[in-house]
């Protein structure tokens, strides 16, 4: 899908966008919460590939990975039926998606609006009932630390193959470490190979950026709607006990 829209003549950031809803549509329709896919999506846009070569290696590594779930048998411990992403998360996305895309537009980095981890990051906590100030601290710090690893790695270490056998495990030290399960890390090695020169630099800076923006709103949003259930129930304790002491005071009279 993504390389179907990056076909199309026209702006950048109207590409990520369009890509984006069209994404958001596919899961919906196939009642699916699979965020991963946003990478597959934006990755030929972000590169602006052109060559059908990229279907079929997409189609092979998902092939791939499918028959490694199948054999590990992972597939059989998922005991909850997954609930597809519903409307409201999809607007709250589409809100923060489109004001990142302006904020950074008018300041003339087109190019910042779509950092595949962090996009991808964004529709996991999204779907999240609950979001604290220490997972969104945390998750903004993991993701700016191993996105500027990645660059300062990419730069020392001059072998591609050497380079992504050194990154992964590294992450994944450093996942355990800080006990955290953030997925989406794992594509800034191979992002470093695929990205313009022009964004190659500066991708740990532009993580840094957009993660604070957009998973900073989505913190925001959380704690708002934690804040009106909280006033929600207080109201509902009060009208309880004010329905008490009414009885009660009747009962006095009687």
């Not at 994404?23 to 972000?46: C, D, E, Q, W």
């Not at 001059?158 to 992450?171: F, G």
């Not at 532009?206 to 259930?229: A, H």
């Amino acid at each position: 899908m993504g390389y179907c829209v990056n076909l199309i003549n026209m702006d950048y950031i109207l590409k990520i966008i369009l890509i984006v809803m069209l994404m958001l549509l596919v899961l919906k329709i196939a009642k699916s919460r699979l965020a991963p896919a946003f990478a597959t999506g934006l990755l030929p846009i972000i590169t602006n590939t052109n060559h059908w070569y990229f279907i079929i290696i997409v189609i092979f590594l998902t092939g791939l990975l499918m028959l490694g779930v199948l054999i590990s048998g992972s597939h059989k411990n998922i005991e909850d039926k997954i609930k597809p992403i519903q409307h409201n998360e999809i607007r709250q996305y589409l809100v923060i998606l489109l004001l990142w895309s302006f904020l950074v537009h008018s300041i003339g980095i087109d190019i910042m609006i779509a950092i595949p981890p962090v996009l991808v990051l964004l529709l996991e906590v999204i779907q999240k009932d609950i979001y604290t100030k220490g997972n969104f601290i945390k998750q903004v710090m993991i993701l700016t630390t191993i996105a500027y690893m990645s660059v300062v790695s990419h730069i020392m270490i001059t072998d591609n193959d050497v380079y992504i056998l050194w990154m992964l495990p590294l992450i994944y030290i450093i996942l355990k470490i800080f006990k955290i399960t953030l997925p989406a890390v794992y594509a800034f090695p191979p992002l470093m190979l695929v990205i313009p020169e022009s964004m190659d630099h500066y991708i740990g800076m532009y993580t840094l950026l957009s993660s604070v923006f957009t998973l900073g709103c989505v913190y925001l949003i959380k704690r708002l709607n934690q804040d009106k259930i909280k006033l929600h129930i207080s109201n509902q304790i009060n009208f309880l006990k004010n329905i008490v002491k009414e009885g009660k005071l009747l009962i006095l009279n009687k």
